[in-house]
């Protein structure tokens, strides 16, 4: 504690937010900057990882301002899917949060991202698993991502590009093949699989 009687720093040594979390922090607080050191067997991050896709709510007070750097050798997402030995670097300056640098392993590939400036890249070799890891699309398998965001206030945009994916079982490409027309030789026409659907390069 400080003179004054707040929290100056503190270790927790077994911190638990989710059932089957398993992870310790050190916290350092001063007048200006909190700063957070996580490290750990598992975390569960659903939640954050909805509060992050979800933003922050209107007339909501900007928090403290932090630094963060994370290393969890295991960290849950949405539809059984984790992240392996994942590295996190983040931060908040003025009510508005950074990524710093994330790596680790999920699904079949790694996954990457940077922040700087404004920008967040994001790059992975298992799209499906990333998008199904932050409840987002359930249909992709695979797939080669390069994301890049430009964000400006609350508002973001950016290019993406997505290659060497599979679709399993998405109903709009059903329609579409329901809809298209018969070939006059079905014997010798090539047969569209709806249920999985490969896009290469």
């Known amino acids: 504690m400080d003179p004054a009687g707040a929290v100056a720093s503190a270790t927790m040594t077994q911190a638990r937010i989710a059932a089957g979390d398993d ?34 709510s209107s007339g909501q007070t900007a928090a403290k301002d932090f630094d963060l750097d994370a290393k969890i050798a295991s960290v849950t997402g949405s539809n059984k899917q984790t992240i392996t030995n994942m590295e996190l670097t983040a931060s908040r300056r003025g009510g508005e949060t950074r990524l710093g640098s994330l790596r680790g392993r999920i699904g079949a590939g790694a996954v990457m991202a940077t922040g700087s400036g404004g920008e967040t890249r994001i790059a992975t070799s298992d799209a499906g698993a990333l998008v199904r890891f932050a409840n987002l699309y359930s249909h992709l398998e695979g797939g080669d ?14 290019e993406a590009t997505l ?33 999985r659907v490969r896009l290469r390069r």
């Not at 569960?44 to 992050?52: L, T, W």
């Not at 390069?146 to 508002?155: C, K, M, Q, T, W």
């Not at 709009?172 to 090539?190: D, H, I, K, M, T």
Request: no cysteine; glycine share 6%; hydrophobic share 50%.
């Open 163 to 195: 290659t060497d994916f599979v679709l399993r079982d998405e109903p709009a490409f059903r329609q579409l093949v329901s809809a298209a027309p018969q070939p006059a030789s079905a014997g010798r026409a090539a047969t569209v699989d709806a249920a």
């Open 145 to 158: 991502l390069n994301l890049l965001l430009r964000s400006r206030g609350e508002v973001s945009a950016g």
């Open 23 to 56: 992870f310790k922090f050190d916290v350092v607080n001063s007048q200006s900057l909190l700063k957070v050191s996580a490290r750990g067997a598992s975390l569960d991050a659903r939640a954050f990882v909805k509060s992050i896709l979800e933003g922050a």
